[in-house]
């Protein structure tokens, strides 16, 4: 079990949040499969203190999408906790800072993970953030270092948040500098983890269920957030949690990822509208079969897939031995090319 503030978490796996990634479909079907914390995607707060149109629809969610946290980035400490101050009054059970994003039009700016270099600033966003939020639990989600990869830089600011009374650390063990490159370094997990009694969370390279349990016995972390491990894979919080608790992990059939893709893409295209619903089934499609006999040509069919039906059909049709089976929608296409061939 898991303390933060007066949330109490029965597991200690969480989901990371992603940008475009973790919507509500994403977190329906993780969740379906045993999820308990969910993010949403990063938020900016100059953006929903402004009431910006297109940031509010990131925080919707569904009236089981619980808990759920939401998290801010942002590098002015007024907006942040007049944001902040939103977060909580909209019924989000955590918020999160972000201080590990690594994009240049963030970091320009002197947010994400450029905050890892400006301890003075990052304590005014704390005590701001704290002034304004009232019940719920803040945590702070940060790299490693900006270009530093002792993990120090990482250190001071999980005392600082130590210090404002922020519930939990969670720490990618990557820079900045890094990008995604490279493995992530959980020793720099396990300094920050010696540094402060606070709960601290372990991030960076979940992959397969043991990559958990030795992540936590290296760093001594009280709670594991997972990202890109999940994507295509929402078994996966699951199978960590049977190992931890010393079970083997069960895998999914083939069959069942494709009911799982299958609904996973129904809900995409109910709550993001038919058009991204198109567009992101694609990215989906491919999450779940990455690694697959033959899914060069099922990702390239997909990717050339113009409607919800078609990636649906090019899905069904997909098997171990690639899609050998012509697709129902490829049959009618191909009536149609030969009828306009005749005509021509
Ligand atoms: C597509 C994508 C979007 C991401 N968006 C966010 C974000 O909005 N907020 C955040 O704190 N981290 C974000 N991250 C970082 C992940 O949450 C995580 O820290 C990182 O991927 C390392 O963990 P992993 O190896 O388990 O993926 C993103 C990562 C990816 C790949």
Redesign the pocket.
């Known amino acids: 079990m898991i303390q933060l503030g007066q949330l109490t978490l029965k597991t200690p796996v969480f989901q990371?949040?992603?940008?475009?990634?973790t919507n509500i479909a994403f977190r329906r079907i993780a969740r379906k499969l045993g999820l308990e914390l969910a993010f949403t995607?990063?938020i900016s707060a100059e953006a929903l203190a402004r009431q910006n149109k297109q940031t509010l629809p990131l925080l919707r969610r569904t009236r089981g999408d619980k808990p759920l946290g939401a998290?801010l980035?942002g590098h002015n400490p007024v907006s942040m906790g007049k944001a902040a101050a939103m977060i909580e009054s909209l019924g989000f059970d955590v918020l999160?800072l972000?201080l590990?994003?690594p994009v240049r039009k963030v970091t320009s700016l002197g947010a994400g993970s450029a905050l890892l270099q400006q301890p003075d600033l990052a304590d005014k966003i704390f005590r701001s953030v704290m002034e304004n939020v009232k019940k719920i639990p803040v945590t702070v989600?940060m790299r490693s270092g900006f270009t530093d990869p002792s993990g120090n830089e990482a250190v001071r600011i999980a005392r600082i948040a130590e210090e404002h009374g922020l519930s939990a650390v969670t720490i990618?063990g990557?820079t900045r500098a890094q990008g995604?490159a490279g493995k992530?370094d959980w020793n720099a997990i396990r300094l920050v983890k010696r540094s402060v009694t606070i709960p601290v969370f372990g991030?960076?390279?979940?992959f397969i269920p043991e990559d958990a349990k030795r992540m936590m016995e290296l760093s001594g972390c009280d709670g594991i957030?997972?990202?890109?491990?999940a994507l295509g894979n929402p078994w996966l919080y699951a199978g960590i949690r049977s190992v931890l608790a010393g079970h083997k992990p069960t895998e999914p059939s083939f069959e069942e990822k494709k009911k799982v893709l299958l609904e996973h893409i129904r809900l995409e295209a109910q709550y993001e509208g038919v058009k991204k619903g198109v567009l992101h089934s694609r990215k989906i499609a491919a999450w779940y079969f990455k690694g697959c006999p033959h899914v060069a040509p099922f990702r390239d069919r997909i990717n050339h897939a113009a409607t919800l039906k078609e990636i649906t059909s090019w899905i069904e049709d997909f098997n171990r031995e690639g899609t050998a089976r012509p697709s129902r929608y490829m049959w009618r296409r191909t009536q149609s090319e030969e009828r306009s061939a005749e005509e021509q």
Not at 16 to 21: E, H, K, R
Not at 225 to 229: E, F, M
Request: with cysteine; hydrophobic share 30%.
């Open positions: 990371s949040p992603m940008a475009d990634c995607e990063m998290q980035v999160d972000n590990g994003c989600k990618h990557r995604y992530a991030n960076g390279d979940i957030a997972v990202g890109r491990g």
